[in-house]
């Protein structure tokens, strides 16, 4: 149980354009999702914590306006990469929250690997 | 606030002898304490969790964490390694236990397993 899904598992696109990336919780529903990007060889640093129905809370130096994240259902968090340039190439993990569970256990998706040109 | 440091960023070991990947933590309250491995280009899979239950927590693939409040520890342990285990290994905190907050991640340690 608890598996999170991510789609794609990577992508590549030219710069300036905007990439779709979505997380869902497979067998569970997950009240508050979150974001994190990795660089390599380093530490997952949180980008934003997503909620459903609600707008997202971003971390301090993260753009809003760039990094669009939609949480539209209790299954579905997207997060959207705007105007896609080539340092924003990283890995994306999200993460998701038994729903009604006052608990601190996230589960991970598999990740998503962008690729800016 | 809360913090981790994990003060190995690589640890290599024989396959079939001990593991020990060190976590120092810093917390104003009583935390919850994670362990989780990341394989190659992988996601993340909770090994086990802290959360005062009990000082000595076993996890997964055994694997097994003790913490320590008089030396704010929670060093990771396994009596034999195996090759699978060779991963990238993050000590996190919770800054809101038990209340569903946010994770905050150690740096990371990287184990190689030698055959």
């Known amino acids: 149980g608890a598996v999170v899904s991510q789609h794609p598992s990577w992508v590549i696109c030219k710069s300036g354009t905007s990439v779709k990336i979505e997380c869902r919780s497979l067998d569970f529903q997950a009240t508050t999702m979150f974001w994190y990007r990795q660089f390599p060889k380093q530490s997952l640093m949180l980008m934003a914590t997503?909620?459903?129905?609600?707008?997202?809370?971003?971390e301090q130096g993260v753009e809003k306006d760039k990094f669009l994240i939609n949480h539209a259902s209790l299954t579905l968090s997207t997060l959207t990469v705007t105007s896609a340039h080539p340092e924003d190439s990283s890995f994306y993990i999200c993460?998701?929250?038994?729903?009604?569970?006052?608990?601190?256990?996230?589960?991970f998706g598999p990740g998503t690997r962008l690729t800016v040109l | 606030a809360q913090s981790v440091t994990q003060l190995d960023s690589h640890v290599s070991v024989s396959e079939g002898t001990p593991v020990l990947l060190r976590c120092n933590y810093s917390?104003?309250?009583?935390?919850?304490l994670f362990w989780y491995v990341q394989h190659p280009n992988k996601g993340l899979q909770l090994l086990l969790k802290y959360t005062s239950a009990a000082t000595l927590v076993k996890g997964i693939n055994g694997f097994e964490a003790e913490f320590k409040k008089s030396e704010t520890s929670f060093h990771l342990t396994k009596p034999s390694a195996h090759m699978s285990d060779a991963a990238e290994y993050f000590c996190v905190v919770s800054d809101q236990p038990n209340q569903g907050g946010k994770l905050i991640f150690g740096q990371g340690t990287e184990l190689s397993v030698k055959p």
């Open positions: 993460s998701a929250e038994q729903g009604g569970r006052s608990t601190d256990t996230q589960y």
């Open positions: 917390s104003s309250y009583s935390p919850s």
């Open positions: 997503s909620n459903e129905g609600s707008k997202a809370t971003y």
